[in-house]
């Protein structure tokens, strides 16, 4: 299944959480928080302003950002956990 967002909304996969930490100490699976960094892999068309206008977006497929705690929604897309946020829940792209 494909799924492709309307308007400002952003499809984004969650990038796997660090096993251990910098010092070197493994963390359990219920210690491990979710980060906030995922990879882009699906972009709406952009925003539709009251000029009818289209606001393009700033981010494309494979661009990884970080985004807002506690945003979007989770969908599960052939068994795979993917998050629906709107593009303003973004906070940065992640250069490399």
Request: without cysteine; glycine residues 8%.
């Amino acid at each position: 299944m494909k799924v492709k967002p309307l308007g400002d909304r952003v499809v984004l996969k969650q990038l796997a959480a660090e096993e251990t930490t910098k010092s070197g100490i493994v963390l359990p699976g219920q210690s491990k928080e979710k980060p906030q960094q995922a990879e882009v892999i699906a972009v709406g068309p952009g925003e539709v302003l009251e000029s009818g206008k289209v606001m393009p977006m700033e981010v494309k497929v494979g661009d990884k950002v970080i985004y807002s705690r506690f945003v979007g929604n989770e969908i599960k897309v052939d068994d795979e956990e993917v998050m629906v946020v709107s593009q303003k829940d973004i906070l940065a792209i992640i250069e490399e």
